[in-house]
């Protein structure tokens, strides 16, 4: 299975703080790498797909980039609602596998 | 609208059989990768399962010959048969559907809880 590392694995930020994010395959996966955002208690939501393609009607503050093993998340201005766990998840191989979670916390 | 809706979660013994289901409205199962993401309290995100637009269907090694992804496409609803359960399935279900490359989960049930306990 690939593995996927993400880190940090906790992040605390200021409201207006650019933020990133980032995630290594274990092996190359090409751009077949999603972002997922979880708030407690709901099911995750997909905010990027194909490590840098916006999914309808996720705010432009959020992006993707990377390709190969190394990734990156940012979000360019963090809003009190960005207060979530992000999950990076690849699916170049069966079976799909996910980081561990980036908890991201208001300082 | 797109929507899943998750039930058949509960308690159960160890050893012990559920079956879940998944009922989707605004969109047909059949046209769409379909996927089983569990996780368990306090943890990560874990797929479990896939069933393909053409009928495949794939495991994860954890559950491999114990759980069994169906769907029925006259109730366009999807299914997963969990059998021999161990205290280690304990988790939140969720049913995601498989956007553009199959596996991008662009929709999501609220998610069903299960708890193998004796």
Known sequence: DIQMTQSPSSLSASVGDRVTITCQASQDISNYLNWYQQKPGKAPKLLIYDASNLETGVPSRFSGSGSGTDFTFTISSLQPEDIATYYCQQYDNLPPTFGQGTKLEIK | ?118
């Open chain 2, 1 to 118: 609208e797109v929507q899943l809706v998750e039930s058949g979660g509960g308690l159960i013994q160890p050893g012990g059989s559920l079956r879940l289901s998944c009922a989707a409205s605004g969109f047909t199962v059949s046209s769409n990768y379909m996927s089983w993401v569990r996780q368990a309290p306090g943890k990560g995100l874990e797929w479990v399962s896939v069933i393909y637009s053409g009928g495949s269907t794939y495991y994860a090694d954890s559950v491999k010959g114990r759980f069994t992804i169906s769907r029925d496409n006259s109730k366009n609803t999807l299914y997963l048969q969990m059998n021999s359960l161990r205290a280690e399935d304990t988790a939140v279900y969720y049913c995601a559907r498989g956007g553009g490359g199959g596996f991008d989960f662009d929709y999501w049930g609220q998610g069903t809880l299960v708890t193998v306990s004796s």
